[in-house]
């Protein structure tokens, strides 16, 4: 099983400051990464798709990178909004895993 | 505009089988996507349990492997999920969900609310 290992767990930012979570997986996943904002009692939403493509609607603040083994994804000039937890999701071999979350605090 | 909605108990007793429904809208679950299901323990990290696709074809995670079974209804544009010998350690949020596309390994795009299911006596 690919574990996903997220860094920080816990970030305190303040509005547009730019901000760089990172994955890294236990083995080689290709490009095979995905990363999900989660809000309190919400479902996840995609952001992110395949380590750098943005998902339809998604603001261009959001972005990502990354291959192999270790990936990020940078939120710049951050809104209120954008406080929740980020999670990131390989799918290149079974079973699917996820990042433990990195919850974002916005000052 | 696809929706996806769980329904089912949201108290189940230790050892009984846990039954969830996730409902599709706005789009036919016979097209060429995965549906799969999700979960959340309180606190922890999402949980992949497996996909279905419409003609009936599974993944599951082998940590559920021997407990799971998932299964398609086209006629209702549903599918659903089937847990066995529940414990208090599968107290989660259950999320259903849709692939973006055919292929296995593409990213889920669209969630269900998510159902809160407990393990109690």
């Known amino acids: 099983e690919i574990v996903l290992t997220q860094s920080p767990d816990f970030q305190s930012v303040t509005p547009k400051e730019t901000v760089t979570i990172t994955c890294r997986a236990s083995q080689s996943i290709g490009f095979s990464l995905h990363w999900y904002q989660q809000k309190p009692y919400q479902s996840p939403k995609l952001l992110i798709k395949?380590?750098?493509q943005s998902f339809s609607g998604v603001p261009s603040r959001f972005s990502g990178s990354g291959s192999g083994t270790d990936f990020t994804l940078t939120i710049n000039s951050l809104e209120p909004e954008d406080a929740a937890t980020y999670y990131c999701?390989?799918?290149?071999?079974?079973?699917?895993?996820f990042g433990q979350g990195t919850k974002l605090e916005i000052k | 505009q696809v929706q996806l909605q769980e329904s089912g108990p949201g108290l189940v007793k230790p050892s009984d089988t846990l039954s969830l429904s996730c409902a599709v809208s706005?789009?036919?679950?016979?097209?060429?996507?995965?549906w799969g299901w999700i979960r959340q323990p309180p606190g922890k990290r999402l949980e992949w349990i497996g996909y279905i696709y419409y003609s009936g074809s599974t993944y599951y995670n082998p940590s559920f492997q021997s407990r799971v079974t998932m299964s398609v209804d086209t006629s209702k544009n549903q599918f659903s999920l089937k847990m066995t010998s529940v414990t208090a350690v599968d107290t989660a949020v259950y999320f259903c969900?849709?692939?973006?596309?055919?292929?296995?390994?593409?990213?889920?795009?669209?969630w269900g609310q998510g159902t809160l299911v407990t393990v109690s006596s």
């Open positions: 969900a849709r692939t973006e596309s055919a292929a296995v390994g593409s990213p889920f795009d669209y």
């Open positions: 706005g789009y036919s679950i016979s097209s060429h996507h995965w």
């Open positions: 395949y380590a750098s």
């Open positions: 999701h390989q799918s290149s071999s079974l079973p699917r895993t």
